[in-house]
C-alpha cells in the first residue's frame, strides 16, 4: 500500500487522479469538513470497500455558514484527521486552502431549489446553497465514480443526490448509516460543544426518535401524532430547544400527514445551549 | 466521413461519446437553439477546424425565456438546420425534448450572481440563470474538450465562462466574432420576426456602434460621451426604442468612466417594434 499523499492545489489533484484513471481505476471520494469521527471513518470504509482508489477531502466550506454561525469556532485538528485517514489506506487527502476553493471574485452558486428551503433550510437560509456549490465544485474536481455522505445529514444527501440528477453528472452517490455513540447520540463534530449537562438533555432527541420509530412499526401512521408524541419527549428536558421535528416525504421533503412506510423522514434539531444538533430516521432508500 | 447521427437522448448520447472518447478524439461543442445563420455555422466551421468530433445541440432552452417572452414563437426549422450541420460536417446532432432535460420535479439552478444582473440581465431578470444552468447540463452530458459561442451574446460567453473557472469544469470555452449581413445588421435568428421598416431602422445601432469604435480609435475614451454619441445615433430613427447603452468593463461588466482600450465592453440593446436586437464591440479579449 503506498502512503497517503496530502494535496493542496486543485492542479496536482487533478494530475494524480489523472493517472489513477489511466490505470483504469475506480475512484471513490468522501467530502468532509474534518474533525472526522466514527460517522466519517464508515465513510472511508465503505468507500475503500467499493472503490480501488479512495480520495478524501478536509474543507471547512465558509460558504455554508451564515455570518453569525459557527464557521471559525468550528472544530479543526489536522493532524489527528490527517493520521485516522492514513491508518484507513486513504490515498490522496485533498486539504486545499479557502483561496485555492473561493478566489477573489469568486461568484457562482448552485442551488436546489425547493428542497433547500424546508427542514433545516428554515432557519439555516442559505446553508444548502453553500453544500451544493462546495459540493459540485469537488465533484468536478475529483470526478469520482461514486462519493459517500452521511445519513445524519439525510437532508443534505437528498438534496446532493436531486442535484446531481438534475445536473446530470454521472457520479453514483451513496449513503451510510448514522453512527452513534454508546449513549445513542448521533455522532457529530459539534457534539464537542456540549457541557456535560447539555449533552444528557441532547439524548432526549435520539430517545425520542426511537421511541416514534418503534410505536409507528406498531401501527401509528398519522404524522401529527408521530411529531407532537416526540416533541412531548424530548420537552420533558428543561435544557433543550426544540428547532424543528418533521415527518416528510423521502423523496421530495414534502409534509406529509399520513406516513408511507417506503418514503418517510422523521427529522429534527434541537438546540443544546449554543449547540444545534440534528438526528432522524428513514423509512425507505435515500 | 461518416454521416451525421441525430441523437435525442441523453442515455444514447452519452453511449455515442464514450465510443469517440476511447478512439482518443479531441471533442468540441456547440450548442444553439437553432433556426442556424451563418454565425451559429462559423461556430461550427471553427469547431470542426479545432475538434476531431464535433456535436452540435439544438434546444430552444424554456428556462431562458421569461413568461413574456417569445419561447413559443421563437423560429424553429430543425429540417433546414439538420441539413445545414450536415453539410458542415457535424458527427452529431444532439436534439433533446423538454422532458429529456427538464424531467418533471426538476429544481435545480445555477447563477453567475453578478454578472447576470447587469446589461441584458437588467430587462431579463432570470435569463442568464436559465443560461448557465442548461450550458452546465449540456457541459455535463457533452464533456467536450472545447465549446463554442458567439461574440454577439457578449455578456453570455463572459458569463459562461465565469461559471466554467468558478465551478472548476475542465471545458475551454471559444468564443468566435459576431457575423453580420451585408447591411451590417449582426446575425440573429431574431431578425426573422422584423419587418422591412423595422430592419431599416434597426441599422442605426451597428451604424452608431461603429461610428463610436471609430471615435474611440481616434481618441474619444470619456465612457460618458461613447455611450452619449451611441444613443444620439440611435435616436435618429424614432422606430428604436434603446433598452440601454453601456460601456462597461470586460471582466467584470462593471460601468466605467474611462474606456480601458485592453478590458471594454460596448454594448447595446433596442426594441424594434416588438423584437429585442443586441449588439456590441469588444476592446481586449473574451
Known sequence: MNPM????????????LRNARKQGSSIGFVPTMG???????????????????TIASIFVNPVQFAPHEDFDSYPRDMERDSRLL???????????????????????????????????????????RGV??????LLNIVSPDQAYFGRKDAQQAIIIKKMCRDLNLDVSIRTIPIARDTDGLALSSRNVYLSKEERASALFMPRALQLARSKMEDGLH?????????RSEISKTQLIKID???VVSLDLL?????????????????WAGKTRLIDNFILGEI
Do not use: Q
Not at 479557502?98 to 428542497?115: A, C, D, F, H, K
Open 5 to 16: 499523499k496530502t494535496i493542496h492545489t486543485i492542479t496536482e489533484l487533478k494530475n494524480e
Open 35 to 53: 474533525y472526522l469521527h466514527e460517522g466519517h471513518l464508515n465513510l472511508v470504509r465503505e468507500c475503500k470497500k467499493e472503490n480501488d482508489f
Open 86 to 128: 492514513s491508518d484507513l489506506g486513504v490515498d490522496i487527502l485533498f486539504n486545499p486552502s479557502r483561496e485555492e476553493i473561493y478566489p477573489s471574485g469568486y461568484m457562482t452558486y448552485v442551488e436546489v431549489e425547493n428542497l433547500g428551503k424546508v427542514l433545516c433550510g428554515k432557519s439555516r437560509g442559505t446553508h444548502f
Open 132 to 137: 451544493t456549490t462546495i459540493v459540485l465544485k
Open 222 to 230: 398519522d404524522a401529527a401524532a408521530v411529531k407532537e408524541l416526540i
Open 244 to 246: 424543528y421535528v418533521e
Open 254 to 270: 414534502e409534509e406529509v400527514s399520513t406516513v408511507d412506510p417506503r418514503n418517510t423522514l422523521v427529522a429534527a434539531a434541537i
